[in-house]
């Protein structure tokens, strides 16, 4: 690892000058009568707040029918074959590879090899942590998709108010030793799964435009429309952004999920999360001998590079009976959050507060995720915010639209992976979604086996 860092740092040492914007979830975790003191909430408020308004970045760019679709728009690139989409060039052949040869930031199969490489204690792993690879959670069928790894969260609420676990949210679920092995509390009974979500196309999410996202939002009725969620952008300076990455649009960019995703799945701190976690609000430092940050900033880019150089899922055959689902997924309103078809920002939009500029690979892309990239109640939340602030107490029972492309590679569904078929799962839709399970309910046989045909195609 510390020869890859050699050769990218040179490319990255802005990065150790940036604003850590958000706090290591650890902090100000006391007893439930002291986790809120005014001091504590001013400082997270102030340390996840972000710049102001959300900036322009291109306009609206959203029509389902594609009638008015600009005329340089392509459909994206597809496929489950661990080949790149234009963003980075495909590199050296993946299996000649090695610790020793790898280049961060060179090619696809460098930053792809990052992406799998297996993390030990000595690179920082820990001490407490989920994962040691980014493949451990992403992997399906090919690097970068989901899996059957779900992340733990508990808390619970007091008058109302919710209070994190001592350690945050996130429950790790492995350690480094065994006397820091995080335990839940009795009390803490607001207890969820979030299932790992795919990666796959994610460089065309990013590059989807705040205007893209308020457009689809405003056309939405107003009974099913979605909540936006503006969160900051931390490698452009705390820069406001549409949330949209993680199932409660925590993230905006591919560079912060990464940064958030090396520090809490595995504990591997950066220049954007630069302090360890605790262990239940125990200090680790004693079980922690590598110096903080432990890494410079190049794996997480390296991270973000490879997300944004793969392909959008592909879709499986496509029958008479697939066709007559897709009406039907229509008719009944699930395309009103599932939204089948979303164009990209124009290559040489500025987003990501000023920090990336959208490539011709992702820019003006046709993409067909079934998502809305919003926040919905639809009677399934997990009853843990944004953040354990009010400013984000609506966020308490919403969750973002799930994506619905590679749905054909899950057998784990919903956020918590408790439902195990597709009838199944459109059955716990309720609150925003009552009404399209009513109309789901009144179909007839025949009409539910073509739409479920339908979402077993995607």
Same mark, same amino acid.
């Given at each position: 690892?510390?020869?890859?860092?050699?050769?990218?740092?040179?490319?990255?040492?802005?990065?150790?000058?940036?604003?850590?914007?958000?706090?290591?979830?650890?902090?100000?975790?006391?007893?439930?009568?002291?986790?809120?003191?005014?001091?504590?909430?001013?400082?997270?408020?102030?340390?996840?707040?972000?710049?102001?308004?959300?900036?322009?970045?291109?306009?609206?760019?959203?029509?389902?029918?594609?009638?008015?679709?600009?005329?340089?728009?392509?459909?994206?690139?597809?496929?489950?074959?661990?080949?790149?989409?234009?963003?980075?060039?495909?590199?050296?052949?993946?299996?000649?590879?090695?610790?020793?040869?790898?280049?961060?930031?060179?090619?696809?199969?460098?930053?792809?090899?990052?992406?799998?490489?297996?993390?030990?204690?000595?690179?920082?792993?820990?001490?407490?942590?989920?994962?040691?690879?980014?493949?451990?959670?992403?992997?399906?069928?090919?690097?970068?998709?989901?899996?059957?790894?779900?992340?733990?969260?508990?808390?619970?609420?007091?008058?109302?108010?919710?209070?994190?676990?001592?350690?945050?949210?996130?429950?790790?679920?492995?350690?480094?030793?065994?006397?820091?092995?995080?335990?839940?509390?009795?009390?803490?009974?607001?207890?969820?799964?979030?299932?790992?979500?795919?990666?796959?196309?994610?460089?065309?999410?990013?590059?989807?435009?705040?205007?893209?996202?308020?457009?689809?939002?405003?056309?939405?009725?107003?009974? !099913?429309?979605?909540?936006?969620?503006?969160?900051?952008?931390?490698?452009?300076? *705390?820069?406001?952004?549409?949330?949209?990455?993680?199932?409660?649009?925590?993230?905006?960019?591919?560079?912060?999920?990464?940064?958030?995703?090396?520090?809490?799945?595995?504990?591997?701190?950066?220049?954007?999360?630069?302090?360890?976690?605790?262990?239940?609000?125990?200090?680790?430092?004693?079980?922690?001998?590598?110096?903080?940050?432990?890494?410079? *900033?190049?794996?997480? !880019?390296?991270?973000?590079?490879?997300?944004?150089?793969?392909?959008?899922?592909?879709?499986?055959?496509?029958?008479?009976?697939?066709?007559?689902?897709?009406?039907?997924?229509?008719?009944?309103?699930?395309?009103?959050?599932?939204?089948?078809?979303?164009?990209?920002?124009?290559?040489?939009?500025?987003?990501? *507060?000023?920090?990336?500029?959208?490539?011709?690979?992702?820019?003006?892309?046709?993409?067909?995720?079934?998502?809305?990239?919003?926040?919905?109640?639809?009677?399934?939340?997990?009853?843990?915010?944004?953040?354990?602030?009010?400013?984000?107490?609506?966020?308490?029972?919403?969750?973002?639209?799930?994506?619905?492309?590679?749905?054909?590679?899950?057998?784990?569904?919903?956020?918590?992976?408790?439902?195990?078929?597709?009838?199944?799962?459109?059955?716990?839709?309720?609150?925003?979604?009552?009404?399209?399970?009513?109309?789901?309910?009144?179909?007839?046989?025949?009409?539910?086996?073509?739409?479920?045909?339908?979402?077993?195609?995607?």
């Amino acid at each position: 690892m510390n020869k890859r860092r050699l050769v990218a740092a040179l490319t990255l040492t802005a990065l150790a000058c940036l604003i850590v914007i958000f706090t290591n979830k650890a902090e100000s975790q006391q007893d439930p009568a002291e986790r809120r003191s005014p001091i504590d909430g001013k400082t997270r408020r102030e340390r996840f707040s972000h710049t102001g308004k959300i900036e322009n970045e291109d306009t609206a760019r959203t029509d389902l029918s594609l009638s008015s679709a600009p005329d340089s728009a392509t459909e994206a690139p597809v496929g489950f074959d661990n080949l790149t989409n234009g963003f980075n060039e495909q590199g050296p052949n993946f299996e000649t590879i090695n610790e020793d040869n790898v280049v961060a930031l060179r090619s696809f199969n460098d930053n792809r090899f990052i992406f799998e490489e297996v993390e030990s204690v000595a690179d920082g792993v820990g001490p407490t942590f989920n994962a040691q690879s980014c493949r451990e959670c992403h992997q399906n069928v090919v690097t970068g998709g989901a899996s059957q790894v779900a992340e733990h969260r508990t808390g619970r609420t007091d008058h109302g108010d919710f209070f994190e676990s001592l350690g945050g949210s996130l429950v790790q679920s492995r350690a480094t030793h065994p006397d820091i092995v995080e335990r839940v509390a009795f009390e803490d009974d607001i207890r969820t799964f979030r299932m790992s979500t795919s990666t796959l196309g994610s460089g065309f999410i990013e590059a989807i435009s705040n205007e893209t996202l308020l457009a689809i939002r405003d056309a939405q009725p107003r009974e !099913v429309r979605g909540t936006e969620l503006i969160v900051p952008v931390l490698e452009g300076n *705390g820069s406001a952004r549409l949330g949209r990455f993680g199932w409660k649009n925590q993230h905006a960019s591919l560079q912060s999920f990464s940064a958030d995703a090396y520090f809490n799945e595995m504990g591997i701190t950066s220049p954007l999360f630069p302090e360890e976690n605790t262990s239940s609000g125990r200090d680790m430092s004693e079980y922690d001998s590598v110096p903080d940050p432990e890494d410079d *900033g190049v794996d997480i !880019v390296a991270f973000a590079n490879f997300m944004r150089s793969t392909k959008a899922p592909s879709r499986g055959p496509i029958t008479a009976d697939v066709r007559a689902g897709d009406k039907l997924f229509s008719q009944i309103g699930c395309a009103q959050c599932h939204t089948p078809t979303i164009i990209t920002a124009r290559p040489g939009s500025i987003i990501n *507060g000023g920090s990336f500029t959208v490539p011709n690979a992702l820019g003006n892309k046709i993409i067909h995720p079934y998502s809305d990239f919003l926040l919905h109640d639809i009677g399934t939340g997990d009853g843990i915010p944004f953040l354990p602030t009010v400013e984000f107490a609506f966020t308490t029972n919403k969750m973002r639209t799930a994506s619905l492309w590679a749905l054909r590679t899950r057998n784990r569904l919903m956020h918590d992976g408790l439902s195990f078929t597709l009838p199944e799962a459109i059955k716990r839709h309720a609150g925003q979604a009552a009404n399209v399970t009513k109309k789901y309910n009144a179909l007839s046989a025949a009409e539910k086996s073509q739409l479920i045909t339908f979402l077993n195609s995607l």
